[in-house]
């Protein structure tokens, strides 16, 4: 168990291209990070650099008070389960979970009371005979991590464990990978490129983008409080909307937001302090598809009803997606699954702006 | 309409399957002649020199019957050659030259590979096809040069010398062969032997040898091949019968001036033949299984 710590640290690769340029991160002990972002982000580098797969360019990393830029992977004390299993393929699912104990010259009682305590932990004793090629990839993914929690590791990494895996089982791995963790409770930092997977799995999710965090919270803050126009964008599925607006004097005082000629939203009145000196200005409205729904005038007197028509709608069972163009900009809906919508029709609907964000559209800020 | 539309696509589905059936049949009929014309020009000479050692002096020079049969089977020949103290000289000197020659070109090679394919060292790239242009220099143009050291070094007449100078030969292919194997491994698994905490030797002790070892497998017999056929060589280099490996042995002592000894030349190459049949019957389905390795994934 351990702190882990980034400060400024930089991955300049030999082109002089910076895959990470000097991100700044402290890590809990007994905390589960995921680095979430799109592919090139530097999320990967930055678990390579923990894992000591990677030189550090310049900065420091520490893990448990020490800096341990020049110490090699192994004597780090990390396990890490890579996205393709990388298990010894000659070996046997006992020999590959027992091999990094064999290296550290483990007694051999020792070794086989941790392996069969993984192994109770994963479920997979009876498969500890077999071949990693006689395995599923969800059972090849459990001897991943088997031969990580062996170990008994002072930080757990994992490089998109689940991304070779079809849609159900990776949702049923994630469910596994959380118990463990409620159960060895080792410090853990996880990198994916699924935002669900993030939400779902970390107590802090750090968003990178560029080679920079973007911001680090709480799932809930990251969806509720987004920093920046990309995170909004990333957080959440289907993703935010974004409408090009301006802000503008309202009704009875207040503020409106103009989207169209046609379409002007009123701020909400305990917004209109915040929102205020950005009176006049070119902005971008970032709402949420769940945030827009359907027009009732008996459910929600007084909000303000806009027609617009269909473009594509999606069923999905619980709830059903509605695909509108607003002025060329294409934006999605989550309506009852109730509603009646056929493409081309006109379908009423209305705004939580209560659950707004407004940006600013040159630096991508909320504001 | 609809059903004119569907019987057309039918009558189309199975004229394609007529024309496929000719075309597979065609292709059937071009192997079977081409793999008759192979196997006649490939085993017809063994053939015929399994007939001819079976068959006395006598019976060889007997101007009347067909050569192709035998009409007196005899094993004197094998006898012969079995039972002489030259034949197994060189029988022991081919044996040691060529389990020498393949474990140091394979310590050489495998060592070579792992590290022009994983350490990533400056000139690594530079260096691998550097090792494979060494194959491609044919060895006949060597053996001028190379009988100058082998003379400075004192071992000319000495099967050492063998020992020394096979494996320039089968190294460059040998690593080439070991370099594409190494690399058709993936990364991670190196990585992963690295945070489990393990040192580049053991990475390749461990990891590396039982997870390449069809290509291992391919690369032995390539050396083995190299060393118990290579003729040129012991025939600069080596001259008397104490010296002397399997290749050159049964020409220089089999023939004495113009009279051949057919029958025992026959059955020495049958025997000195043994080895490679039994090595490569044994080790076929890993040999094939290297050749295509890393051809597809998986």
Not at chain 1, 17 to 31: F, M, P, R, S, T
Not at chain 1, 74 to 92: C, E, G, K, T, W
Not at chain 1, 158 to 168: I, T, V
Not at chain 1, 239 to 249: I, K, Y
Request: hydrophobic share 45%; glycine share 6%.
């Amino acid at each position: 168990m351990a702190e882990v710590a980034c400060r400024k640290v930089v991955k300049e690769y030999d082109a002089g291209v910076q895959a990470v340029k000097g991100i700044d991160l402290d890590i809990a002990d007994h905390e589960f990070v995921v680095l979430v972002g799109p592919s090139g982000c530097g999320k990967s580098t930055t678990l390579r650099m923990i894992a000591g797969l990677e030189e550090v360019t310049s900065g420091e990393i520490w893990i448990d008070g020490d800096v341990v830029n020049d110490v090699p992977p192994r004597d780090r004390d990390i396990a890490m389960v890579f996205q393709n299993y990388a298990l010894y393929p000659h070996m046997s699912v006992f020999d590959n979970m027992a091999f990094g104990l064999k290296l550290r010259k483990f007694p051999k009682h020792e070794i086989s009371r941790r392996v069969d305590e993984a192994a109770r932990i994963l479920d997979i004793t009876p498969l500890l005979d077999r071949k990693p090629r006689a395995l599923s990839g969800g059972q090849r993914q459990r001897v991943a991590m088997g031969r990580a929690i062996v170990r008994n590791p002072k930080v757990f990494l994992f490089d998109e464990p689940l991304s070779n895996l079809d849609a159900k089982l990776r949702v049923q791995m994630r469910t596994e990978i959380k118990k463990v963790h409620q159960t060895v409770r080792t410090t853990t930092v996880y990198v994916t490129h699924d935002q669900v997977e993030a939400m779902t799995l970390a107590d802090r999710v750090v968003v990178m983008n560029g080679g920079n965090i973007e911001q680090v919270g709480a799932p809930q803050e990251l969806y509720h409080h987004p920093a920046t126009r990309f995170v909004a964008g990333f957080i959440g599925s289907p993703a935010m909307n974004f409408l090009p607006c301006r802000v503008q004097d309202g009704a009875n005082g207040g503020l409106a937001v103009r989207v169209t000629d046609s379409i002007t939203l009123p701020i909400p009145p305990n917004r209109v302090d915040r929102y205020g000196k950005f009176k006049d200005r070119s902005m971008v409205l970032g709402l949420r598809p769940e945030h827009l729904f359907e027009y009732h005038e008996q459910a929600k007197p007084g909000w303000t009803r806009v027609d617009l028509p269909v473009d594509v709608v999606e069923p999905m069972g619980m709830e059903t997606m509605v695909h509108f163009f607003v002025d060329g900009v294409p934006v999605c809906a989550r309506v009852d699954p109730a509603t009646h919508a056929e493409p081309n029709e006109i379908l009423p609907l209305t705004a939580d702006l209560n659950q707004m964000h407004l940006m600013e559209p040159e630096t991508g800020r909320v504001v | 309409m609809s059903t004119t539309v569907a019987e057309r696509r039918i009558a189309v589905a199975a004229q394609r399957k007529h024309s496929l059936h000719r075309s597979r049949m065609w292709a059937l009929w071009g192997s079977y002649i081409a793999l008759s014309v192979f196997v006649v020009m490939f085993l017809v000479p063994p053939f015929y020199t399994l007939m001819t050692s079976l068959k006395s002096s006598a019976e060889i020079s007997a101007q009347t019957g067909s050569p192709w049969l035998v009409r007196h089977p005899t094993l004197e020949n094998f006898w012969y050659l079995i039972t002489y103290p030259n034949f197994q000289r060189y029988y022991l000197n081919s044996i040691i030259v060529t389990i020498l020659t393949v474990v140091v070109s394979m310590v050489i090679s495998v060592l070579a590979a792992f590290s022009l394919s994983r350490m990533g060292f400056w000139g690594s790239q530079t260096l691998s096809t550097g090792v494979f242009l060494t194959y491609l220099v044919p060895p006949s143009l060597l053996f001028i040069p190379l009988f100058q050291i082998i003379g400075q070094i004192g071992l000319i007449n000495n099967f050492w010398c063998l020992v020394l100078l096979y494996p320039t030969l089968a190294v460059p292919f040998c690593t080439w062969i070991m370099i594409g194997y190494f690399s058709s491994i993936p990364k991670e698994l190196d990585e992963a032997a690295l945070i489990d905490g393990a040192g580049y030797l053991q990475m390749l002790w461990k990891i590396f040898i039982p997870v390449a070892m069809p290509g291992i497998i391919a690369a032995t017999i390539f050396a083995f091949t190299v060393s118990w056929g290579a003729f040129l060589y012991p025939l600069a280099y080596l001259y008397t019968s104490n010296q002397m490996v399997l290749t050159v042995g049964i020409i220089s002592d089999l023939i004495r001036g113009d009279v051949f000894q057919w029958g025992k030349i026959m059955a020495a190459c049958l025997l000195a033949s043994l080895p490679p049949i039994v090595i490569y019957a044994f080790l076929m389905d890993y040999y094939v299984a290297g050749l295509t390795a890393g051809a597809t994934k998986g």
